[in-house]
């Protein structure tokens, strides 16, 4: 499909899955895709077709290694390789491109790599987890390279000092809330809120709490998820309320920073005012991520990583070569956090959320 820029230039983007082997990621990246208005194909070496039903997922158009290959569209590779440009601030290669990300376990393959024009990572800081759900990184590359093109990173001495807490509200699904709980682990936050009345992650039965959570394996590396209602004392300064259908200015205009801030991500499949929010902090401003396509399928994971990639945009980064500053005692959102946990918090461990 094609897309205008604000310069007039019309451009036509395609987003391509390359081996990517589990059904519901393709199904995600579909969604990825449509959310920005672009095409979406995959290269099918690890049998996903084989995999795939037509009647739940729609048709999956296929592209071959000639196609991807093609000087007239050139590639723009999404990976984590550390030698990447960061996507904050990255631009497409033209009026055209192939935007690729890599399958779950292989990543892109080394051809393709080889021919990208450029290749843009999203900055990780997790411990234990250092990579997003493939369609969760699909729509933060499509998010900086089409929508929110120009959006460079911040530089911050102490950005660790300035990471919001992160309130994830009502999830409507595991799967969803497991991606989410993967990204933010990923993204570097260690506790995260979890209002759960929709009932998908604590108390569920006991299939679905397997695979959400399975046996904890290493205690270093988990992240905490604390079990929150939105109805709890004013304990931040600021609450945040960031998502697509939420009427405000522009995310990318709005603080979200700051340790006495939250961020609150509400999954919007379930429509309420932003005032639920309220008696969280003594002060409640929206925050709107701008997708421009009318009647785009909405999915949590998607928004939820957006919303948390553009924090750490905001968190900012130590200018190259400047070592890590000693953190100053008690400046800290972990704290504020755990005093409005309704219950004990939850220790994931990272293995377990590499499978969402
Ligand atoms: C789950 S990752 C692949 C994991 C990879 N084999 C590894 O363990 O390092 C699947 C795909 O998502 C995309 N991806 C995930 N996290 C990313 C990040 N931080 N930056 C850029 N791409 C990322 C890449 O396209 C990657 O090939």
């Known amino acids: 499909m094609d897309k205008g820029d604000a ?71 999404v990976e984590t390789n550390p030698q990447a440009s960061i996507v904050f601030g990255a631009t497409l290669p033209g ?77 409507q699904d595991h799967v969803e809330a497991g991606s989410a709980i993967r990204s933010a682990a990923a993204f570097g936050w260690r506790t995260v809120g979890l209002d ?34 939105t109805s709890t004392n004013l304990a931040f300064r600021r609450v945040v309320v960031a998502g697509a259908l939420v009427d405000g200015p522009p995310i990318h205009r709005v603080d979200l920073a700051g340790h006495d801030t939250l961020l609150v991500i509400p999954d919007e499949r379930k429509r309420g005012s932003i005032q639920r929010f309220k008696d969280l902090g003594a002060w409640l401003e929206p925050a709107r991520i701008d997708i421009s396509v009318p009647g785009f399928p909405y999915r949590y994971r998607l928004m939820a990583t957006i919303v948390m990639a553009e924090a750490v945009r905001q968190i900012g980064f130590r200018p190259a070569g400047q070592p890590r500053q000693a953190p100053r005692r008690g400046l800290t959102y972990e704290s504020t956090l755990s005093t409005v946990a309704t219950g004990a918090a939850e220790e994931v461990d990272p293995a377990v959320l590499k499978t969402f």
């Open 95 to 171: 009026t055209q491109s192939s935007i690729i990300v890599g399958g779950e376990r292989l990543g892109i393959r080394a051809d393709l790599l080889r021919a990208a024009a450029r290749t843009v990572r999203i900055p990780m800081s997790g411990r234990g987890i250092n990579t997003l759900n493939v369609a969760a990184a699909a729509a933060v590359a499509l998010y900086y390279l089409i929508a929110g093109r120009g959006l460079a990173p911040r530089l911050a001495k102490r950005p660790e000092e300035r990471r919001p807490a992160l309130l994830l509200s009502r999830p």
């Open 7 to 77: 310069a007039g230039m019309t451009r036509r983007v395609r987003l391509v899955g390359d081996g990517v082997e589990n059904p519901a990621n393709a199904r995600a990246l579909m969604d990825s895709a449509a959310m920005f208005g672009v095409q979406c194909a995959f290269r099918d070496t690890r049998g996903l077709m084989a995999a795939w039903d037509v009647e739940r997922g729609g048709e999956l158009e296929l592209i071959d290694t000639p196609g991807l290959l093609d000087q007239e569209w050139p590639i723009v590779a």
């Open 196 to 229: 759960d009345s929709s009932k998908v992650w604590y108390g569920v039965s006991h299939v679905v709490a397997a695979e959400g959570r399975a046996a904890a394996r290493s205690h270093r590396n988990r992240i905490r998820v604390l079990p929150m209602t």
